[in-house]
T-cell receptor, first 111, second 114 residues
Framework: GQSLEQPSEVTAVEGAIVQINCTYQ??????LSWYQQHDGGAPTFLSY??LDGLEETGRFSSFLSRSDSYGYLLLQELQMKDSASYFC????????????WGAGTKLIIKP | DAGITQSPRHKVTETGTPVTLRCHQT?????MYWYRQDPGHGLRLIHY???????DKGEVSDGYSVSRSKTEDFLLTLESATSSQTSVYFC?????????????FGAGTRLSVL
């Protein structure tokens, strides 16, 4: 079957750096996306990686290694407002434009 | 923000009653999706649509039906609501291409089936 694995919860300190990992097992691969969801809110798109390497957008960066079927989201200079759940999602050639979703990682930030 | 409106935002209903949730978009995106989100399960796809009158099932479609008679509207119907359908329902839209599928979500509908 097709699956994505990410940690259920990560704890970090305000101002620090945190990495949220995502490993995937899919038949085919187009790209890896990351979404953020605050409690009570809707998921919002953060980043997309189709090629190996690091993509940086402000304090957030996303990395992909296609050979390792692995990616991560890196959050720097953590702020309390970064407390949220983060979901990775994969698009594949077989999925007819559905996304395969991870179960989400709850990021807890302590002052 | 992508123009996506879900209605109602909250609904309480009784077991056995029919319920229809509406998703309305102003972005003219071809693809629309209905998800449910429950603790510990992340986002699970119920149904999706790739054009007017073109729909397909997702992984948790049992007990749900959908209709898309106009590009901008995607309706989700619970024919006879059950307590297991208590959940938060999200609509999403996208205009995928070349493998890229960025989805934009509505604010969600919180449904309680008593």
């Amino acid at each position: 079957g097709q699956s994505l694995e990410q940690p259920s919860e990560v704890t970090a300190v305000e101002g620090a750096i945190v990495q949220i990992n995502c490993t995937y097992q899919t038949s085919g691969f187009y790209g890896l996306s990351w979404y953020q969801q605050h409690d009570g809110g809707a998921p919002t798109f953060l980043s997309y990686n189709a090629l190996d390497g690091l993509e940086e957008t402000g304090r957030f960066s996303s990395f992909l290694s296609r050979s390792d079927s692995y990616g991560y989201l890196l959050l720097q200079e953590l702020q309390m407002k970064d407390s949220a759940s983060y979901f990775c999602a994969v698009s594949t050639p077989d999925s007819n434009y559905q996304l395969i979703w991870g179960a989400g990682t709850k990021l807890i930030i302590k002052p | 923000d992508a123009g996506i409106t879900q209605s109602p935002r909250h609904k309480v209903t009784e077991t056995g009653t029919p319920v229809t949730l509406r998703c309305h978009q102003t972005e003219n995106h071809r693809y629309m999706y209905w998800y449910r989100q429950d603790p510990g399960h992340g986002l699970r796809l119920i149904h999706y649509s790739y054009g007017v009158k073109d729909t397909d099932k997702g992984e948790v479609s049992d007990g749900y039906s959908v209709s898309r008679s106009k590009t901008e509207d995607f309706l989700l119907t619970l024919e006879s609501a059950t307590s297991s359908q208590t959940s938060v329902y999200f609509c999403a839209i996208s205009e995928p291409g070349q493998g890229v599928n960025i989805q934009y979500f509505g604010a969600g509908t919180r449904l309680s089936v008593l």
